[in-house]
């Protein structure tokens, strides 16, 4: 997908190079430093793109982000290409990244406090409305908001109306209410990779098993069925996060004994099967510590969350094993107050994603800490060449590039060449092999590079021989140049069309029409069957 920001990236990388920062104990890359806020990272599961709120003007002095400029932007993981996805005077807010960066879904507050879920193609940057019960002209006072979009970018789930609804990502289908509930307040939706599995936390008592109402962390099929509480207490679980494989979720849960709606309520952040084989386990469990807003990784392995100390009021994200092992504090949280605060993981769980400072800015920035995923080279074993038999190819494949600046291997190989052809590659391992051409005909080689970190990626060359390259075979035997023994014909590549005529009249022996009389030759027309082979243009061949 992407190809085009995929290159960019690439590109970029090896232009620029990283520039990482230390922060506890991993490494961290801070991917913006103008002076203008930025919140609300998500970072997609290969870890090439991160999603984030944005200002666009770019120059409030690091103040809060004002409504009407609050766009949603992408930035690589190298912080060296952002692209703005949105530009209107609006509030976009609440970014969620497809797997490979492909889409996005955010909130747009469509009139004052009533947003609509939108959905944008990072590469086209069209924008679709998904929302059901919203229109973008704000003819509807009911908000569609927290959106999340599962990994292949084809569903979304988001809040309306205290309910849960689900809807395809490119409007094909209208969405569906999943809880459609009356007075219950059902929240904070996330939806599992294959867009199968939905978490949501509710005050609802669905299956009369929360008889005082607080809220509970509940699970359900995308088509409505198999709704499951899995959690039963009666303090509140909110921000439940499932794992991109539906198998497990956590969640955040207030302790117990806390004077509600005060900044010093404290909470753990839980790990619970998705299916509700088991109890939840307490993955933190610290006494004077709040932790809130856990992520998952994609297999629920790692967990990522934001702790605050109630004792020093320092706050510092989190990422940990949920084994309960390898512990490690990412990186101080900024000292500048923001909201939507959320930390998002890789596939693999070893890169992070997050709202943090930098040296270069005083505002809050767009941070990655942890290390970069392994991305496939790119080969690339030059163009296409005609030569003429005895002369020496030079092929040259040093425009081959590696995204993570990966040493790379070469190997290169003679795929397909004429019968009678001994020809051999002098060093099949060089960046830069030859070979002599001993027969007229096509020679099919092949590129494969490789980054030793089970990168690889391959491409292929055709070489066209022609003659015994002693005589210009770029004209006929009368003289006539290429594209005039085919005049009358307004292609400049052969299609099937012309090179059935010119064979017809080749073996009647007569002349093609308006060609003025020409006849066309036996070489010629082998020429051109073997253009017509390769689809090759008649002009391009002629010089």
């Not at 090896?14 to 991917?31: A, K, P, Y």
Request: glycine share 10%.
């Amino acid at each position: 997908m992407k190809k085009r920001l995929r290159l960019i990236w690439a590109l970029s990388l090896l232009m620029f190079g990283l520039t990482f920062i230390s922060m506890g104990q991993d490494s961290t890359v801070v991917l913006t430093s103008d002076n203008s806020v930025k919140t609300m990272a998500r970072v997609s599961e290969d870890g090439q793109f991160v999603a984030y709120v944005g200002d666009k003007t770019q120059d409030n002095e690091c103040t809060p982000l004002a409504e009407d400029n609050q766009e949603i932007f992408l930035a690589t993981a190298t912080g060296q290409d952002v692209f703005q996805l949105t530009d209107n005077e609006l509030q976009d807010t609440d970014p969620s990244i497809s797997a490979d960066g492909g889409y996005v879904a955010f909130a747009r507050e469509v009139s004052p406090d009533t947003f609509a879920v939108f959905v944008v193609d990072t590469f086209s940057t069209g924008e679709m409305l998904i929302s059901a019960t919203t229109t973008q002209s704000g003819s509807s006072s009911i908000s569609a908001i927290h959106p999340m979009i599962n990994a292949d970018g084809t569903m979304v789930v988001y809040e309306e109306r205290g309910d849960i609804f689900i809807a395809a990502s490119d409007g094909s289908t209208p969405p569906t209410n999943l809880t459609d509930s009356t007075d219950i307040l059902d929240q904070f939706p996330k939806i599992s990779g294959d867009g199968t599995q939905i978490v949501f936390s509710s005050s609802g008592d669905y299956l009369g098993t929360n008889p005082t109402g607080d809220e509970e962390i509940y699970a359900i099929t995308s088509f409505g069925t198999n709704l499951r509480q899995l959690t039963r207490n009666e303090v509140p679980d909110l921000h439940p996060w499932i794992s991109t494989d539906g198998q497990w979720v956590a969640f955040e849960r207030e302790l117990p004994g806390q004077q509600r709606g005060t900044d010093a309520v404290q909470y753990d952040v839980f790990l619970i099967p998705s299916n509700g084989s088991a109890f939840e386990t307490n993955l933190t469990n610290t006494g004077l510590i709040s932790e809130r807003f856990p992520s998952l990784n994609r297999a629920g392995s790692k967990v990522v969350f934001e702790v605050t100390d109630e004792e020093t009021d320092k706050v510092t994200y989190i990422r940990m094993n949920t084994d309960g092992t390898e512990s490690i504090t990412i990186a101080d949280a900024p000292d500048f107050a923001i909201d939507g605060v959320a930390i998002t993981l890789t596939e693999d769980g070893e890169l992070a994603a997050f709202s943090g400072e930098s040296d270069d800015s005083d505002c809050v920035q767009i941070v990655l800490s942890g290390t970069p995923p392994n991305i496939s080279p790119l080969a690339n074993g030059g163009g296409d060449q005609t030569v003429g038999v005895g002369e020496i190819v030079e092929l040259d494949g040093t425009s081959s590039n590696d995204p993570n600046g990966d040493v790379l291997n070469y190997t290169w190989e003679i795929v397909s060449k004429p019968e009678g052809s001994t020809a051999e590659l002098d060093d099949p391992n060089s960046p830069t092999p030859s070979f002599e051409v001993d027969v007229a005909g096509e020679y099919l080689i092949n590129l494969v590079v490789d980054d030793g970190r089970e990168g690889i990626d391959s491409d292929k060359i055709n070489i066209l021989v022609d003659g015994d390259g002693s005589q210009d075979d770029s004209t006929p035997n009368n003289g006539t140049s290429i594209e005039n023994a085919l005049d009358g014909n307004t292609n400049l590549v052969i299609d099937d069309d012309e090179i059935e005529q010119a064979i017809t009249f080749w073996v009647l022996g007569e002349p093609l029409p308006d060609s003025g009389g020409l006849i066309i030759g036996d070489d010629k027309i082998m020429e051109l069957i073997e253009l017509w082979v390769l689809g090759a243009s008649i002009e391009e061949t002629a010089e």
